[in-house]
C-alpha cells in the first residue's frame, strides 16, 4: 500500500523553464512533507519542506504547494538549471519531522536540458 | 566530518553470511533512522533511535536484522543470514530532535551472491 505517490518517474525541461513534480499522499495523519533531492551514489538531500498549515512555502527558485484538500503537493522549480538534474523524493510525515519517520513516493527524475 | 557517514560504501557477501554496516550520525544529533532503499524504489523506515533507546523497530523486515546504538552516536546494523532479497542501499539519516529535517549519509550498497 503505497501511501505516498509519485506517478510520474521522469520529467524532461528546458533550461530556464518551470519544472513541476507532483506527489499525492493517501494517509490522512500526514502533518508534515518535504522533498530531497538525489544524486547518482549519494543519498538524498534535503530541498524543502511545508506544514500542513500552510499552503505554500518559498525557498530561492524552490517552491512547494500543498493542497490539504485534495491530498496533492507539488514542487515548483523556476528557472530550471542543469544542475537540477536529479531524482526527486517526496516524503511525509505524521509530525514535526526532527524525530518522525519518513515515508518517501518512488521518486521522479528530472532532466534538464540545456 | 560535518555530515552523517557511512561504512562501508560497498559491500559484497555471499548468501548466508553475515554483515555489519556501520553509520556515524552529525556530531549532537540526537535522531538516528535507517532506511532501506531497493532499486528504483524510494527509502523505506527500518528502526529508529532516539540517543541509545531503541523507539520503534517496526520496520525492520526479520528477526535477522538488528541494530544498535550502544553510546548513543555511533550505530550498527547488523543483518544475520543473508538472503537475495536484502540487496539494497542502507542508508542512514540523523536529526537534531525537535527540529530541522533528516541529513542522510551517501549509504552503503550491500550486494548478495
Known amino acids: 500500500d503505497q501511501q505516498v505517490k509519485q506517478n510520474s518517474p521522469s520529467l524532461s525541461v528546458q533550461e530556464g523553464r518551470i519544472s513541476i513534480l507532483n506527489c499525492d499522499y493517501t494517509n490522512s495523519m500526514f502533518d508534515y512533507f518535504l522533498w530531497y533531492k538525489k544524486y547518482p551514489a549519494e543519498g538524498p538531500t534535503f530541498l524543502i519542506s511545508i506544514s500542513s498549515i500552510k499552503d505554500k512555502n518559498e525557498d530561492g527558485r524552490f517552491t512547494v504547494f500543498l493542497n490539504k484538500s485534495a491530498k496533492h503537493l507539488s514542487l515548483h522549480i523556476v528557472p530550471s538549471q542543469p544542475g537540477d538534474s536529479a531524482v526527486y523524493f517526496c516524503a511525509a510525515s505524521a509530525r514535526w519531522f526532527g524525530n518522525e519517520k519518513l515515508t518517501f513516493g518512488t521518486g521522479t527524475r528530472l532532466t534538464i536540458i540545456p | 566530518g560535518a555530515g552523517v557517514s557511512q561504512s562501508p560504501r560497498y559491500k559484497v557477501a555471499k548468501r548466508g553470511q553475515d554483515v555489519a554496516l556501520r553509520c556515524d550520525p552529525i556530531s549532537g544529533h540526537v535522531s538516528l533512522f535507517w532506511y532501506q532503499q531497493a532499486l528504483g524504489q524510494g527509502p523505506e523506515f527500518l528502526t529508529y533511535f532516539q540517543n541509545e533507546a531503541q523507539l520503534d523497530k517496526s520496520g525492520l523486515p526479520s528477526d535477522r536484522f538488528f541494530a544498535e546504538r550502544p553510546e548513543g552516536s555511533v550505530s550498527t546494523l547488523k543483518i544475520q543470514r543473508t538472503q537475495q532479497e536484502d540487496s539494497a542501499v542502507y542508508l542512514c539519516?540523523?536529526?537534531?530532535?525537535?527540529?530541522?529535517?533528516?541529513?542522510f549519509g551517501d549509504g552503503t550498497r550491500l550486494s548478495i551472491l
Open positions: 539519516a540523523s536529526s537534531f530532535e525537535g527540529s530541522g529535517p533528516q541529513h
